[in-house]
Every structure is written in structure tokens, then in C-alpha cells.
């Protein structure tokens, strides 16, 4: 990589889930009934055509989604694929797919959050990789976002279980904040096709506009997210964001799309995507 270049990290959720069942508008998670492959070429979005295009997952650790199996085999082909994983925990909110607040002592968080880091890393450790960073799913990644006391205890979390490990977040948030008094590395994170308000804030998924869908508009969005640094408002203004990784969602049926796209944009603009 020479000196004109930079570079910029690409995840995505994945594993999100359990069983042999498929969650609705994820079909390419049919690939995970028992007896199947998830290296099937035919798989309309296949778990390692995503994989190859991204450079760090954020894998489900069983509290909101993935089960045993569907965490031991998504290992593996992350390490096929040279893919960093890292963990996603949640509230333990199974039913509400993680997406429901909870309120449980500070205590009660931190242990809920390490037992998941825990459960991730064993796999990993079997195929000779260790959890890349951590982040956060759900209600547990948006209340700690503005919740001083939530994002004390997810960085506190994180440093006891081992130190230096990175965690993802909301750009200038609690979550920043709390990393920052706990010696936890943060690593920025903007969303490719999630709309923004001026203040930084995401758009409620319940409105209209809340997502981008068209693979030219995310690739844009994703190209001044990377040479910019910034993403245009729903009011119509520039938003600092200053990312280090961008996160692509593997459950948008457009996802490869998207992501082919903003490699091309992000190409000609010098910028290379690599694990931060």
C-alpha cells in the first residue's frame, strides 16, 4: 500500500440464525439446516461470497441468535476465507432477536456480555484465531450509544476480558466515551445503507426513509464515508463520522450488490478495504 492510499474496514452481522431455521428475508441462512452446506455455490447469497468482500464479521453469539453448530461452522469458513471475526453480543432477548432494552445491573450486563465473548472465542481458539474486536447488537449497541451507565459497563466488559481489544460503536457517543475511560480501543462505525439525521443519530427503522436499498446510492454513501469521512443527512446536510469500519448488512437481499459496488467506488478513490 503506498503512502496516497488508505484503507478502511468492511463488516458485517452475520450467524444471525438458530437452528435450521432461516429468518425471514435471509435466504441465503437455508444453507444452515443440518446436513447442508454453506459453501454451496448455488446459495443466492452465500456465506462466503459475503465473507470474501468484507474484512472483519461480527459473528452472533447465541444470546440473540446462533446457536453451537451454526457458531462452529461460520468460524471455519471465516478462517477459509481470511475473514477476522469478531463478537456480537446482546441482551439475552432471544424472542425479540435482541432488540428489546433490558434493564439488568451494571454487574449483570458485564457478565452477560463476557459470557458471550467467551462462548465465541472457544470456537475460535479451536481454529487457531482469537475474537478480532467486539460489537454490540441491537438495543445493547443503540442504548449504549447514549446511556452513560450501559456504555460504561460494555467497556468495562471488554477490558476485563482482555486487553486491547477494539470496540465498535457510534462515532462521538457514550460508547466512544466510556471506551476511551476504559482503555478500550474504539473504532467508529457507519452503517452503508442506514439513513442518518444531522445530529449523527440513525433514522428510525420505522420510517420510510430509513434505509437506502439502491446499490449506486449505497455506494456513494460509502464512497464519502471513506474519502470523506462524512454521509449526507435526510436533512440534506454532511454528517462527520470520521469511520473506521463500515458495516454492511448480510440480511438485505441486495447486500453483494451493495458491497461489489462499493468496492469499484472505493478502488478509484485509492482507498483499499482491510481490517482495521
Known sequence: MNANTKSIDFNADIGEGYGVWPAPNQIWRADLERGGSIDSVDAPLSVERIMALVSSVNLACGFHAGDPYLIKRYV???????????????????????????????????????????????????????????KCHGALYNRSGHDTVVAAAVAEAVAEYRDGLPLYGLPFSCMEEAAKKAGVPFVREAFSDRAYHDNGALVDRRRVDAMVTEPESVSERVKQMGVQGTVRSVEGNDVVLQPGTICFHADTPRVLHFLEEAHRKLQEHNVHISAS
Open 76 to 134: 471455519a469458513t471465516a478462517k477459509k476465507a481470511g475473514c477476522r471475526v469478531g463478537a456480537h453480543p446482546s441482551y439475552p432477548d432471544r424472542s425479540g432477536f435482541g432488540l428489546r432494552y433490558m434493564d439488568v445491573s451494571k454487574d449483570e450486563l458485564k457478565a452477560i456480555i463476557q459470557y458471550q465473548l467467551g462462548a465465541l472465542d472457544g470456537f475460535l481458539r479451536m481454529e487457531g484465531m482469537a475474537v478480532s474486536h467486539v
